[in-house]
């Protein structure tokens, strides 16, 4: 199994550990929640297939807060706060060449990346937001956290706990009975933190409270929560909803707090689709798609888009991209909000409108140059398309 190399990025005297995976057109920035290791990472097969998951569709980023696994060390009577850490983030992304990125917010890594895009707009394209939350401890004005004294307890059982699979039976109590995950986290937390790193971190994230970031937040965002989340209560992200302006929210069953145990495909899809057009399909009609299928459809519309000149069928469509005209038909509809062929259509005299200003075509040479061969199919479907023939619009935008 290939695992990643380790770089480093350079942040005055402190080193952060980064990787890097999958080829895809936009940059997607994981932000973990509390501790992390990017290496001991690849040793959880649940969490090393979600990462390829979101590598098969983008150039993937992971990395090491200052403190935590591979990272230099800090001194824990000055620990980073958020603006630290989003300065830290800059820097990876400025050594890696990253001028603005997809990100994921993951559980405590959400209220970074809410406050990257309220303050760095300019960083952010789009933004999801996982099991997360912008205050995580309950006070007279908040009332969705912990309080003080449950926070107190966890924190103790993890001073005391530390070397075993501490917080499981939270993060994913559908694996807390199993020995061989159980091995796989203690194992993970052990690489990541030591024990009383562990603990002030904790502590300092039931500090975090970016509620006054919410409505600055312009960047397209998807929230994503289980409903009986075990160590972070849905109703957090709810709130998100509710104070981040044109949010979108979808809550899934389960209680599994991370994301890559009981994973769903629907939330595999919402999280696909929203990465590809800024907004997430969850549409009943796609449960006749698997996953593949869904990847087969976006590189179907990428398809038609680079090669409309030519002779396009749903049963040549059918043959080549391995899915059967029937999901075909249904899916591309619900995801591109139209049937194959008229968004083929669409395409074709999209590039018709753009060739029509150039006065030397002629009508004939742009009908062949779009796809159609005879000249008055294109002349039809133009005007039925924009009320008007290709001559007139040439005329009236000359």
């Known amino acids: 199994m290939f695992v990643p190399e380790t770089k480093y990025a350079q942040c005055g005297r402190i080193n952060l550990a980064y990787q890097l995976l999958g080829d895809g057109p936009e940059y997607l920035i ?127 059982a993890i001073f005391r706990d530390w070397g075993g699979p501490v917080g499981l039976n939270l993060m994913a109590p559908s694996a807390k009975d199993d ?35 919410l409505d600055k937040i312009m960047a397209p965002t998807l929230i994503m929560h289980r409903k009986g989340d075990a160590l972070i209560a849905c109703s957090h992200s709810e709130y998100l909803h509710e104070n981040i302006p044109h949010s979108q929210l979808l809550v899934h069953e389960g209680k599994d ?54 002779e396009i069928s749903i049963k040549d469509i059918s043959r080549n991209f391995g899915i059967n005209d029937y999901k075909i038909k249904v899916g591309f509809k619900v995801l591109f909000n139209s049937p194959l062929i008229r968004y083929l259509t669409d395409v074709r005299l999209r590039n018709a409108c753009r060739l029509l200003m150039d006065p030397k075509e ?11 061969k005879y000249s008055n199919n294109f002349s039809v479907a133009f005007k039925r398309k924009y009320k008007i023939t290709p001559l007139q619009y040439r005329v009236n935008n000359s």
């Open 179 to 213: 020995p061989i995950a159980q091995d796989q986290w203690s194992k993970f937390l052990r690489r990541s933190a030591s024990p009383n790193t562990a603990k002030v971190f904790y502590e300092m994230n039931t500090k975090i409270d970016v509620r006054d970031c």
């Open 257 to 310: 707090h991370f994301p890559w145990f009981s994973t769903k495909r629907k939330e595999i899809v919402a999280m696909h689709t929203f990465l590809n057009d800024g907004k997430a399909i969850n549409n009943p009609k796609l449960d006749i798609l698997n996953v593949e299928d869904i990847f087969a459809l976006y590189a179907i519309r990428d398809y038609l888009q680079n090669n409309f000149q030519r």
């Open 362 to 372: 002629t009508i004939s040479s742009i009908s062949e140059q779009v796809g159609y």
């Open 30 to 156: 994981l932000i973990p929640g509390w501790v992390t290791n990017v290496e001991e990472t690849w040793n959880i097969p649940q969490l090393s297939a979600w990462l390829r998951y979101l590598a098969s569709i983008s150039t993937l980023v992971i990395f090491d807060k200052r403190g935590t696994g591979l990272s230099d060390t800090v001194n824990e009577n000055d620990l980073p706060d958020i603006e630290q850490r989003a300065y830290d983030l800059q820097i990876v992304m400025s050594t890696i060449g990253i001028q603005r990125a997809n990100f994921i917010g993951l559980s405590e890594g959400g209220p970074l990346a809410i406050h990257l895009a309220a303050y760095h707009p300019e960083k952010v394209n789009k933004l999801i937001l996982i099991g997360s939350f912008s205050k995580w401890t309950k006070s007279g004005d908040y009332l969705y956290g912990l309080s003080k004294e449950l926070h107190d307890k966890i924190k103790h």
